[in-house]
């Protein structure tokens, strides 16, 4: 039984431990660091953190290769650290979600030592091995051009062992009822300490039959139901927000017919072809992926985002679309990841342009869902290509125009900030930006305040409203007898749009949340529009009495 769908008018903040704030000055971000910024996500109108991995690692992907899911890495802290911050998000209303990687671990995994020592261990059945290698073992590699097998040969253990990422990091045989009952178990720690829930890393692996005899894996679908029943016997409103980059036929697969598997699920769809509708002016695409992923059960929620600390997977478009994105926002091959992605943040994509990254975030406050945002998105901040792989996006949060952006007191911090430039850190940081009424940060922080009145977005039906221009999506959400309209011009051109609106409001007037430029129909009973180029309107239906009215409804 849920006791609270809070997670359908969230903004989440998706950030790194150690990489946001460090406080005790050894390079590396902390839990007392990211404590003491905690004023800052709140006053940005933040109401859920989603942390990733900090438990125990080598550290060879970033965290993603866990070898103790029962503990805090001594890099940013401690247990008693990590209950001190989940208790402060409790005093200020912010939920905290943390990242659950259980379809592998990491290769120094007690777990796996036991495992590769003695096949009579019963961790053995807790991996997936093979005495031969496998015909398709260069087939579904997650990374390809730098991972180069699934199967790889562990000379301790004499066998060759599935790994659908880095060879470092083993699959669980997640098919195994005692693996089963070790995961659930480690959910249900976390949710002891106070966290909300969790963002499931890699759901289609998870439940995807793994062998050396499977050709073609069948998904285990009840594996999620188990999930989310456990989440919600330990604490009522507890959610799942699942990866899973997959195509709309199976999306209520991952809801469940009647909402009875994952809460919430990232919109790749949506995501992968807003950004061809950004290259190339040209929302039909878009509004195919909208309306293909429209069907969700009542409980379920999409997860909105545009950059996160993966590439930008663009798997799911076709040929010329991934080519148009490519040359707009990934030109040069050092842009581009994986055979299929970018992995530059949103800032340098958009070359730093205001207009373009205040329609970029207008677009994320609005799809239907909840939006997630990603760390110094807020202050626009950049890349940096000559890290490796992912890294190049994952440098230190930018607090200040202080020696390595006020993040450490150290010289070496876990990564260099970014120095020098458009997007360095003298020039672009929080401090400045507070100080700036004008500034990104200030702007992003009304917007999440608007998003935030606006329920509808998140709770009530859309519909897809003409505007006659393919470079112009216009949208309208209906719920408790209120109507938004949103509009947004992704041309660097202005658009002139009639527009019927056809809400369920009692007045035919379009008020504007975000200026006095009211709108009402002309003769024709439409609304006669100018948007400017990379322009946007949020409006509210109804006379200028509307928050009254709403509150009331």
Not at 133 to 158: C, I, L, Y
Request: a negative charge.
């Amino acid at each position: 039984m849920i006791k609270d769908l809070w997670y359908k008018n969230a903004v989440i903040y998706n950030l790194a431990v150690g990489t946001f704030m460090d406080a005790d000055g050894d390079g590396i971000g902390d839990f007392q660091g990211l404590q003491r910024r905690l004023d800052y996500l709140h006053g940005l109108g933040v109401t859920c953190l989603w942390l990733g991995p900090f438990q125990p690692s080598p550290m060879k992907d970033d965290g993603y290769d866990i070898a103790d899911y029962y503990n805090v890495d001594p890099r940013y802290g401690t247990l008693g650290d990590f209950v001190e911050f989940s208790h402060a998000c409790k005093q200020r209303g912010i939920r905290l979600i943390i990242d659950l990687v259980i379809n592998h671990t990491s290769d120094q995994h007690p777990w796996f030592q036991a495992a590769r020592r003695d096949p009579n261990s019963k961790y053995r059945n807790w991996y997936v091995w093979s005495d031969k290698k496998p015909s398709n073992a260069d087939e579904g590699m997650v990374f390809p051009g730098v991972q180069k097998t699934t199967w790889t040969w562990d000379k301790e253990a004499e066998a060759y062992y599935f790994h659908r990422f880095y060879e470092f990091q083993p699959d669980l045989n997640t098919s195994n009822p005692e693996v089963q009952a070790e995961l659930l178990k480690v959910m249900g720690f976390w949710i002891e300490l106070g966290v909300s829930g969790f963002r499931m890393d890699a759901v289609p692996f998870i439940i995807s039959t793994k062998g050396p005899d499977v050709k073609k894996p069948k998904e285990q679908f009840d594996m999620l139901r188990m999930f989310r029943e456990f989440v919600q016997w330990r604490c009522g409103d507890a959610m799942i927000l699942a990866e899973a980059n997959v195509l709309p036929d199976t999306d209520l697969e991952y809801f469940g017919d009647d909402g009875d598997r994952m809460h919430m699920v990232f919109n790749f769809q949506v995501n992968q072809n807003l950004f061809y509708a950004m290259a190339a002016a040209d929302t039909r695409p878009l509004v195919k992926a909208l309306k293909a992923t429209k069907p969700r059960p009542a409980t379920a929620q999409w997860g909105q985002f545009l950059r996160n600390h993966d590439e930008l997977d663009l798997g799911r478009l076709d040929d010329e679309q991934r080519k148009r994105v490519f040359e707009v926002f990934g030109p040069d091959k050092d842009m581009q990841l994986y055979d299929r992605g970018i992995r530059r943040r949103l800032a340098p994509m958009l070359h730093g342009d205001r207009r373009r990254l205040e329609l970029a975030y207008s677009l994320l406050f609005t799809l239907p869902g909840t939006p997630v945002i990603r760390y110094g998105d807020e202050i626009g901040m950049g890349d940096d290509l000559s890290l490796p792989e992912r890294n190049c996006a994952r440098t230190p949060m930018q607090w200040s125009d202080e020696p390595h952006g006020g993040f450490t007191k150290s010289d070496k911090p876990i990564l260099p900030v970014i120095s020098g430039g458009v997007f360095g850190y003298e020039r672009i940081n929080a401090a400045r930006q507070r100080r700036d009424p004008a500034a990104l940060l200030n702007w992003t922080e009304r917007m999440i305040r608007m998003r935030k009145e606006c329920p509808e977005i998140g709770w009530g039906d859309f519909e897809i409203l003409p505007t006659g221009s393919p470079a112009v999506l216009a949208m309208r959400y209906d719920w408790k007898n209120n109507s938004v309209v949103i509009i947004h011009n992704l041309d660097d051109k202005p658009k002139e749009i009639a527009l019927a609106v056809g809400g369920v409001g009692e007045s035919d007037r379009l008020v504007n949340l975000l200026t006095e430029d009211h709108s009402d129909p002309g003769d024709d009973g439409k609304h006669h529009l100018v948007i400017e180029a990379y322009g946007y309107r949020w409006y509210r239906e109804g006379g200028l009495d509307y928050l009254l009215r709403r509150t009331e409804s």
